[in-house]
């Protein structure tokens, strides 16, 4: 297989682009893409302030490596859940996002959940009733938070995470098959800003996750390889395995569903316009915006696991 722009060794076949290419030249393929759509969906410019949430994997450190390459301001967020032993996952990627920032003279905002809040994510979900995939509902709920709060209190102008296309197509998948048409409004690569709430953005929604891999390892990325020990057998990768299948024997098929949906979207599908606003208020505990009734979810989550630490205690 022959690189289609210089004809030298190619390093990858991207089947659903019908585009094979050698290292240097997949290297300047998916900064240049993805500046192609950093502008096509509006995302920001060179002029605002971003801020990259780092989870420690691949997808969000490419994507911090690749804003920095392509002369973003572009500052990292990583929140430490507490997940795994000491040494384990969460510490694991700690260091991984702090060694990037460092080597790269970015800054780095971390938040540790136990410290700021009093708990882990696992101390949490266990207290907290919250169905079969709890760890990570809580965990969802809890980084939307976070990363908000800071983003607002360092007048980011857009917040940005590392989605690629498999993530995109599987909650796609999942939402198209509980027709979970609010969730559907919401699913889209930017997201403006309303009070309180900061933009956000996912500049690499129209990569596939190989495409993304192998831009972290011919960049030389150091990335934590493991998954959160609480995503095995989540319905979320269930969902990715399905995709694959469909993808597999119909090259393109991950990216067609996901962009056909885009501009479905965009033709007034789901909703027009007007039903799309929601009702938000202040919470009245944090002052994040809610359309909750008095307090936001994430507060309620906090409330909800000190009512069952008080039981827990008489008991
Ligand atoms: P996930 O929900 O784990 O698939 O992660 C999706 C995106 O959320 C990642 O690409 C990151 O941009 C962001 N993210 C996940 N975990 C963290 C974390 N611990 N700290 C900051 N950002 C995170
Ligand atoms: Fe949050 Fe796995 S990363 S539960
Ligand atoms: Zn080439
Ligand atoms: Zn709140």
């Known amino acids: 297989m022959k690189c289609r722009t210089c004809g030298s060794k190619a390093v990858i ?7 094979a290419l050698c290292k240097p030249h997949f290297l300047e393929w998916l900064p240049a893409q993805t500046e192609r759509f950093i502008k096509k969906y509006e995302m920001f410019t060179r002029y605002e302030k971003v801020l990259v949430a780092v989870s420690g994997g691949k997808d969000s450190l490419s994507l911090w490596n690749i804003l920095i390459k392509l002369g973003y301001q572009a500052d990292g967020i990583y929140i430490s859940l507490g997940i795994g032993e000491e040494g384990g996952y969460s510490d694991l990627s700690r260091q991984l996002c702090e060694d990037f920032s460092l080597d790269r ?3 780095l905002h971390i938040v540790d959940v136990k410290k700021e809040f009093g708990e ?38 857009v917040l940005v995470t590392g989605h690629n296309l498999d993530d995109e197509a599987a909650v796609l998948f999942g939402n198209t098959l509980h027709w979970a048409g609010e969730f559907m409004l919401r699913q889209a690569p930017v997201l403006p800003a309303t009070p309180g709430l900061t933009r956000k953005g996912k500049p690499l929604c129209r990569f596939y996750e190989k495409e993304m891999a192998a831009y972290a390892i011919l960049s030389d990325i150091d990335y934590i390889y493991e998954e959160c020990p609480y995503s095995i057998g989540s319905t979320s990768i269930y969902y990715k395995h399905q995709m ?16 056909r949906f885009l501009r479905a979207k965009d033709n007034g599908l789901f909703a027009p316009p007007e039903i799309i606003k929601q009702d938000l208020h202040e919470c009245s505990n944090c002052g994040q915006p809610t359309s909750g009734k008095d307090v936001c979810s994430f507060c309620r989550m906090l409330e909800q696991g000190n009512e069952h630490l008080e039981r827990s205690q008489v008991n």
């Not at 076949?13 to 585009?19: C, E, G, I, P, Y």
């Not at 469909?246 to 996901?258: I, Q, T, V, W």
């Open 13 to 19: 076949n991207m089947r659903q682009h019908k585009l």
């Open 105 to 107: 003279n970015q800054q």
């Open 120 to 157: 882990t994510i696992p101390q949490f979900a266990q207290r907290t009733r919250r169905g079969k995939n709890k760890a990570c509902s809580v965990c969802g709920l809890t980084k939307r938070h976070v990363m908000n709060q800071v983003a607002q209190k360092f007048g980011y102008d």
């Open 244 to 259: 694959n299948l469909l993808e597999h024997d119909n090259p393109g098929e991950k990216s067609h569903f996901y962009l």
